[in-house]
């Protein structure tokens, strides 16, 4: 069964870092392509960051260029999303997302979110 669990949101001053943290079971992140997206209140899920299986390839969104970065530990089977810099428009619940090949076939799954809050 697969199953993706974040952590690490919270409340953090603007300038602040947070570490938001994905556990993947079920699957090898180091095989399959993960990444995070966020949606604040009233708007869509966007990609922040994310690479692809082979981990040779990240993109990240202009908006976070810089300043995030994603990560992986495949020894843990867990992806991170490190955060520097915060603003206050990075407030949103961000997920953990994850395309996982089972033969010919590709399914996406999703993490149940994090909390992300920058305010003073």
């Known amino acids: 069964q697969v199953q993706l669990v974040e952590s690490g949101g919270g409340l953090v001053q603007p300038g602040g870092s947070l570490r938001l943290s994905c556990v993947a079971s079920g699957f090898n992140v180091s095989t399959n392509a993960m990444s995070w997206y966020r949606q604040a209140p009233g708007k869509q899920r966007e990609l922040v960051a994310g690479f692809t299986s082979s981990g040779s390839s990240t993109n990240y969104a202009d908006s976070v260029k810089g300043r995030f970065t994603i990560s992986r530990d495949n020894a843990k089977n867990t992806a991170y999303l490190l955060m520097n810099s915060l603003k206050p428009e990075d407030t949103a619940v961000y997920f953990c997302?994850?395309?996982?090949?089972?033969?010919?076939?590709?399914?996406?799954?999703w993490g149940q979110g994090t909390q992300v809050t920058v305010s003073s």
């Open positions: 997302n994850a395309r996982v090949r089972w033969g010919v076939s590709q399914y996406t799954y």
